[in-house]
Structures are given as structure tokens and as C-alpha cells.
């Protein structure tokens, strides 16, 4: 399976981590983990991490941790932080913090496995 093939379910996992993501903090708030309110903290998120995707051309960078995993990590934060305000939540030096921390272990630890996973059945296959 090629690249062209495989992103989308590298994306869907992204995805998944964002709401997880989501999720917690929710969770560790003691707020409503309803889908809607979960969605609700997410939305801006996921709005930011879709069109860094896009943008990356994920059919051929969909694992990149250079520089694409970087940019699609601070621009889904700074983005998704930007869209969080405007859609009239807040965004406190805390929430900023953790944000960026657990997105960044997120969404470039998915990254990080991809590559080496790639690279151990390259090997395997090479013998």
C-alpha cells in the first residue's frame, strides 16, 4: 500500500488523538463528557489539524517528522487556539501550556512510531 493509500488512516489517527486529547482535559475538569461537549472543545482542534493536513500534501508527507510533523504540531496549537478564542472560549497560559505539551507528544509521538515502524518492516523485508 502507497502513501496515496495510507494517509487517510494516519489522519483518522491524528484525529482520534485530538479527541482523546480533548477528552482528558474535559475529563480532568470534571466537565460534561457528552459527545457534543467533547466535540465542542475539540472542534477548533481538529478545524486546525485538517488544514495543516491538507496543506502538508499528506499523500506523500503523512508521517514526515521534519518539517512537516513540527508544522502540522505548532499550527494545529497556534490555529486551533486562534479558532478557540474566536468561537468564544477562553485560552489561558495553562490551558496554552498543556496544549501544546500533549498535542506535541500526540501528534508527533504518531510520527515518531510511524517512522520507526516504516523502518523495521523496510528491514524486515530487506532480508
Not at 97 to 104: F, P, Q, S
Request: proline share 4%; charged share 10%.
Amino acid at each position: 500500500m502507497n502513501s496515496r493509500n495510507t494517509w487517510p488512516s494516519y489522519f483518522a489517527i491524528d484525529v482520534v488523538l485530538v479527541l482523546i486529547f480533548a477528552l482528558s482535559g474535559r475529563s480532568s475538569h470534571e466537565e460534561s463528557l457528552t459527545l457534543m461537549g467533547v466535540l465542542q472543545t475539540a472542534a477548533p482542534f481538529l478545524i486546525a489539524l485538517a488544514v495543516l493536513t491538507m496543506l502538508s500534501r499528506p499523500w506523500v508527507t503523512h508521517s514526515r517528522i521534519w518539517p512537516t510533523g513540527l508544522l502540522i504540531w505548532f499550527g494545529t496549537v497556534a490555529f486551533g487556539l486562534a479558532l478557540r478564542v474566536l468561537f468564544g472560549a477562553t485560552a489561558a497560559v495553562p490551558f496554552i501550556i498543556v496544549a501544546t505539551t500533549v498535542l506535541g507528544v500526540f501528534l508527533m509521538g504518531r510520527r515518531i512510531a510511524t517512522t520507526l515502524a516504516s523502518r523495521h518492516g523496510r528491514r524486515h523485508a530487506a532480508h
